[in-house]
């Protein structure tokens, strides 16, 4: 009886499943009535005002309102989720808040689906672009992709990347009215913006222009089992048989010492933040110069693993090779944790500081809204429930009124001290539109105390705060479409006018299309002349 039941327990838990994904497929497919999408808008925009502490900063409350006000008036005919997500985006920009996003709804797939697609390869993964000198090109490839590095897009299926970037940047937000962060962001998160235009797709063609010749490329996915035929393929062909590959038997010393090398390998990886299907290191520290005299620090972002030990290990090392310089290479890093670039700070001060201010809210329970937002699993909100009178109490011990607002402290708030072996040296740091989030209230950190001499251009993310920290991600009733939402206004203690621009280079360099295709970095070029280290 016990076997029975849970198998039809079984049976009406997949019955269920595939008619909620058949439901839910078909619901962000259709055509929605002008009154549904209105009241998505209404609701969108009321869940803006409840939570966006710094909502009309950059953009009146008049002005804003109109905008939402001329969106439904424009909305007068019934349209799909993914058009309804492009001219929402077209005015949730105007908040001037790059942490605030619009994403249209995503296709789900049943349990049979999601286990065929698991495992499954698409090589245009393998590509990273860059948009400079307008042109879309590929500054980053892995795998058998390596030759198109540098290779121009002329072409993506039968439209120009031009006519499609002009098209994106209607739609991306930055902080305040910087436009930098358009230009590189763009190019950067190409793919991205081409998924959520044109919806999820099985293959893609790029026509390449790559020196003097003109080809296109064809990519497709291919599921795990066609993987494995594949394989089985290549294995067929080759000379040498499987059978005819004796299996080598270890020693119990070798396989210690195998466990050991895995481990150390590991702990590497988690120190230097290793990402697997880039092949890359989050952090890497270099000594460049005639005479090795610059250490040179690329970040590429501060989410990933622990960092105490490679910062802690990094300093140790300069300090013993009394390096005459500091590079802080913050290009292309979206940002990350503020404990991060809190540490991190504490390297290159020899003061007490402050990280950031106290950061306005419009809820006493950040932590708990955002974990309990309409579009979290049912397993966090449960946890989320069961954990609540842990959470409310963290919130309403870090939240407090202060002049009619509400505040937030996180541990960057309170007051640091700097590390032992704090760099004294000059600190130069690089940056362009794609230093965003925390990279910016470092670098505001740093430009504000005159710490370090900035090179490149303007940085997308705001000298004077920006609203992140915890969010709510807010799914609308009809369409689907969902809403990120930041809870926190974070900004560092030094502040600029005119408001809504980010961290100026006292070096404006701007690289070009014929820099890259002769491996020249004119920043850090311009740095290492400046140094006299050149070689």
Same mark, same amino acid.
């Given at each position: 009886?016990?076997?029975?039941?849970?198998?039809?327990?079984?049976?009406?838990?997949?019955?269920?499943?595939?008619?909620?994904?058949?439901?839910?497929?078909?619901?962000?497919?259709?055509?929605?009535?002008?009154?549904?999408?209105?009241?998505?808008? @209404?609701?969108?925009?009321?869940?803006?005002?409840?939570?966006?502490?710094h909502l009309y900063q950059f953009t009146s409350k008049a002005v804003?309102?109109?905008?939402?006000?001329?969106?439904?008036?424009?909305?007068?005919?019934?349209? @799909?989720?993914?058009?309804?997500?492009?001219?929402?985006?077209?005015?949730?920009?105007?908040?001037?808040?790059?942490?605030?996003?619009?994403s249209p709804p995503s296709q789900r797939f049943d349990r049979k689906?999601?286990?065929?697609?698991?495992?499954?390869?698409?090589?245009?993964?393998?590509?990273?672009?860059?948009?400079?000198?307008?042109?879309?090109?590929?500054? #980053?490839?892995?795998?058998?992709?390596?030759?198109?590095?540098?290779?121009?897009?002329?072409?993506?299926?039968?439209?120009?990347?031009?006519?499609?970037?002009?098209?994106?940047?209607?739609?991306?937000?930055?902080?305040?009215? #910087?436009?930098?962060?358009?230009?590189?962001?763009?190019?950067?998160?190409?793919?991205? +913006?081409?998924?959520?235009?044109?919806?999820?797709?099985?293959?893609?063609?790029?026509?390449?222009?790559?020196?003097?010749?003109?080809?296109?490329?064809?990519?497709?996915?291919?599921?795990?089992?066609?993987?494995?035929?594949?394989?089985?393929?290549?294995?067929?062909?080759?000379?040498?048989?499987?059978?005819?590959?004796?299996?080598?038997?270890?020693?119990?010393?070798?396989?210690?010492?195998?466990?050991?090398?895995?481990?150390?390998?590991?702990?590497?990886?988690?120190?230097?933040?290793?990402?697997?299907?880039?092949?890359?290191?989050?952090?890497? &520290?270099?000594?460049?110069?005639?005479?090795?005299?610059?250490?040179?620090?690329?970040?590429?972002?501060?989410?990933?693993?622990?960092?105490?030990?490679?910062?802690?290990?990094?300093?140790?090392?300069?300090?013993?090779?009394?390096?005459?310089?500091?590079?802080?290479?913050?290009?292309?890093?979206?940002?990350?944790?503020?404990?991060?670039?809190?540490?991190?700070?504490? +390297?290159?001060?020899?003061?007490?500081?402050?990280?950031?201010?106290?950061?306005?809210?419009?809820?006493?329970?950040?932590? &708990?809204?955002? &974990?309990?937002?309409?579009?979290?699993?049912?397993?966090?909100?449960?946890?989320?429930?069961?954990?609540?009178?842990?959470?409310?109490?963290?919130?309403?011990?870090?939240?407090?009124?202060?002049?009619?607002?509400?505040?937030?402290?996180?541990?960057?708030?309170?007051?640091?001290?700097?590390?032992?072996?704090?760099?004294?040296?000059?600190?130069?740091?690089?940056?362009?539109?794609?230093?965003?989030?925390?990279?910016?209230?470092?670098?505001?950190?740093?430009?504000?105390?005159?710490?370090?001499?900035?090179?490149?251009?303007?940085?997308?993310?705001?000298?004077?705060?920006?609203?992140?920290?915890?969010?709510?991600?807010?799914?609308?009733?009809?369409?689907?479409?969902?809403?990120?939402?930041?809870?926190?206004?974070?900004?560092?203690? +030094?502040?600029?006018?005119?408001?809504? +621009?980010?961290?100026?280079?006292?070096?404006?360099?701007?690289?070009?299309?014929?820099?890259?295709?002769?491996?020249?970095?004119?920043?850090?070029?311009?740095?290492?002349?400046?140094?006299?280290?050149?070689?």
């Amino acid at each position: 009886m016990s076997y029975k039941l849970s198998f039809t327990l079984c049976l009406i838990l997949l019955l269920t499943s595939c008619s909620s994904v058949e439901k839910y497929n078909q619901q962000i497919s259709k055509l929605h009535s002008v009154e549904d999408i209105h009241e998505d808008i @209404d609701k969108v925009y009321e869940q803006l005002q409840r939570n966006h502490p710094h909502l009309y900063q950059f953009t009146s409350k008049a002005v804003l309102d109109f905008k939402f006000d001329s969106l439904k008036k424009a909305i007068d005919k019934p349209m @799909d989720s993914r058009t309804f997500y492009k001219q929402l985006s077209a005015v949730t920009k105007y908040v001037g808040q790059g942490h605030l996003s619009m994403s249209p709804p995503s296709q789900r797939f049943d349990r049979k689906a999601r286990k065929a697609l698991r495992g499954s390869k698409f090589d245009i993964t393998n590509l990273d672009f860059e948009y400079l000198d307008n042109k879309l090109f590929v500054t #980053n490839a892995r795998g058998k992709d390596s030759v198109l590095i540098n290779a121009e897009v002329l072409k993506v299926e039968d439209e120009s990347p031009q006519d499609l970037i002009k098209k994106y940047k209607r739609l991306i937000a930055s902080d305040g009215y #910087n436009t930098t962060l358009h230009q590189r962001v763009v190019g950067t998160r190409f793919m991205s +913006y081409y998924v959520n235009d044109k919806g999820r797709f099985d293959s893609i063609s790029l026509t390449f222009r790559n020196s003097d010749s003109t080809f296109v490329k064809q990519y497709k996915r291919i599921l795990k089992k066609d993987l494995a035929h594949l394989k089985q393929d290549s294995l067929a062909k080759d000379s040498v048989k499987l059978k005819d590959v004796k299996k080598i038997k270890l020693t119990k010393a070798e396989r210690k010492a195998k466990k050991k090398e895995r481990k150390a390998e590991r702990k590497h990886n988690e120190k230097y933040g290793f990402i697997p299907d880039r092949n890359e290191y989050t952090r890497n &520290l270099n000594f460049i110069g005639k005479d090795s005299a610059v250490a040179l620090l690329k970040i590429r972002g501060f989410s990933r693993y622990d960092y105490e030990d490679f910062y802690d290990e990094s300093f140790k090392l300069i300090d013993s090779l009394k390096a005459e310089a500091l590079v802080i290479d913050l290009r292309n890093n979206f940002g990350g944790r503020l404990k991060e670039i809190t540490y991190l700070y504490s +390297y290159l001060t020899d003061e007490n500081f402050r990280m950031i201010n106290p950061s306005e809210v419009n809820t006493r329970f950040p932590l &708990l809204k955002s &974990l309990m937002a309409n579009s979290s699993p049912t397993l966090v909100k449960a946890i989320a429930g069961i954990a609540s009178p842990v959470l409310i109490t963290i919130d309403l011990f870090k939240t407090k009124k202060e002049d009619n607002k509400l505040y937030y402290k996180f541990k960057s708030s309170k007051e640091q001290e700097p590390k032992p072996l704090n760099f004294k040296g000059k600190v130069y740091v690089l940056i362009n539109g794609n230093s965003f989030s925390a990279s910016s209230i470092l670098s505001t950190q740093l430009q504000g105390s005159k710490r370090a001499t900035f090179v490149g251009e303007e940085t997308g993310g705001a000298y004077n705060g920006t609203v992140a920290g915890y969010y709510k991600m807010y799914e609308m009733p009809h369409t689907k479409v969902r809403a990120r939402i930041g809870l926190a206004f974070i900004d560092a203690p +030094y502040k600029v006018t005119p408001d809504g +621009y980010g961290v100026k280079p006292d070096v404006e360099l701007l690289p070009s299309y014929k820099d890259r295709l002769q491996s020249i970095d004119p920043e850090l070029e311009w740095i290492l002349e400046d140094l006299g280290q050149k070689n």
